[in-house]
């Protein structure tokens, strides 16, 4: 007999959702687990479109389960809280960004690095503690512990749901690796989703932000919009080769699979290459440019909840917000199929709560 999602729990919830790798959504009854001692329940308001979704809707990554409910960029209000919850109330704006779960235990859970736990569950396309598929925001209601629940400041635009993802994957490379003191000189590759919030966040540390592309056309709305103070097209060799050694960190937002060896040559000595994209193909590492300059290749992948928090809380505080353009729930598989061509400046965000009905 086929599994009902929609009696596998107690609460009766309503989203889109992909039944295999087509990733074409449509409407999904289902279910949410009751609140329990230390869960907030919350309405969901508006749920940004990453770029991942994209991957893991098509099961790209060779990962997904199905059915599927995307979305981790999940923005509410909070309509019941369990007996123990602390920090949290019936009405607080809420957000829940790419985790809903760690073992919180290992070494990396006690350092506030719930991101790097090897047994973290994914808000969506993951496993809840009981076996239970995790479904995403594009849905009405989510239940979540309150560790992995996100205070959303009273002055902060609810609409700002991609801070959840896209924003702490910049912030925090930015952060930790030292990037963020005024009068760097910071490169950032790419201009989507990820791109454009890493020159917002090192333009408001005070940094110097060259923004590296393939495309000429993006220099206007590179410099005049987000405010960058250089641009380099990545496929001139004459405009490269005058940029050599003049960045001391950069971070490359690109999954499409590209040259790095190009950036390094960027990097002044000890400069840093952040990868926070995620190319198919394994990139080709030349040795010898690293070794002449003790540069670093990296790696950076969102953010553990206390710096999630500072991320939301900086971002109010700086009136640091996404680019983006707001479309109702039926408009979604028009919205993945635009972001596939990378039409959008810079990120969907689902209206959920005014347009998600079961018409």
Not at 222 to 229: I, K, Q, S, T, V
Request: net charge neutral; glycine share 10%.
């Amino acid at each position: 007999m086929a599994k009902s999602y929609e009696s596998e729990h107690p609460i009766k919830a309503f989203g889109w959702a992909t039944r295999d790798t087509s990733g074409v959504l449509s409407p999904f009854d289902f279910s949410r687990r009751v609140t329990g001692e230390k869960d907030v329940q919350f309405k969901v308001m508006y749920c940004g479109i990453c770029h991942s979704d994209l991957h893991q809707l098509k099961n790209e990554w060779g990962n997904s389960q199905y059915p599927m409910v995307p979305g981790h960029e999940v923005v509410g209000v909070v309509t019941e809280v369990g007996s123990k919850v602390e920090k949290f109330k019936v009405g607080d704006k809420v957000g829940v960004g790419c985790l809903v779960g760690s073992c919180r235990k290992c070494e990396n859970c006690s350092a506030d690095l719930e991101n790097y736990c090897p047994r973290n569950t994914p808000t969506y396309n993951g496993y809840n503690s009981d076996g239970t598929l995790t479904f995403g925001g594009y849905s009405d209601i989510m239940v979540s512990d309150e560790h992995f629940v996100v205070r959303w400041p009273e002055n902060l635009s609810m609409d700002a749901a991609p801070l959840l993802c896209a924003g702490i994957t910049t912030y925090s490379p930015l952060k930790y690796f030292g990037l963020d003191k005024p009068g760097m000189h910071i490169g950032v590759v790419g201009l989507g989703g990820l791109g454009h919030m890493a020159v917002k966040f090192a333009k408001a540390f005070g940094t110097k932000v060259t923004v590296v592309s393939t495309s000429a056309s993006k220099k206007q709305e590179a410099m005049e919009r987000l405010g960058a103070d250089s641009f380099l097209i990545s496929r001139d060799p004459e405009q490269m080769k005058t940029a050599m050694n003049s960045l001391d960190g950069i971070i490359d937002t690109v999954s499409a699979d590209h040259p790095i060896l190009p950036l390094i040559m960027l990097l002044k000595s000890h400069g840093k290459l952040v990868m926070v994209g995620a190319p198919e193909k394994p990139v080709e590492l030349a040795v010898f440019p690293l070794l002449m300059g003790r540069k670093l290749v990296a790696g950076s992948a969102i953010g553990g909840m206390k710096e999630t928090q500072e991320m939301v809380d900086f971002s109010a505080k700086h009136n640091i917000t996404p680019d983006i353009e707001i479309v109702p729930m039926d408009y979604v598989n028009t919205a993945l199929e635009r972001l596939l061509k990378s039409d959008v400046k810079y990120r969907f965000v689902l209206d959920i709560g005014n347009t998600l009905n079961k018409k």
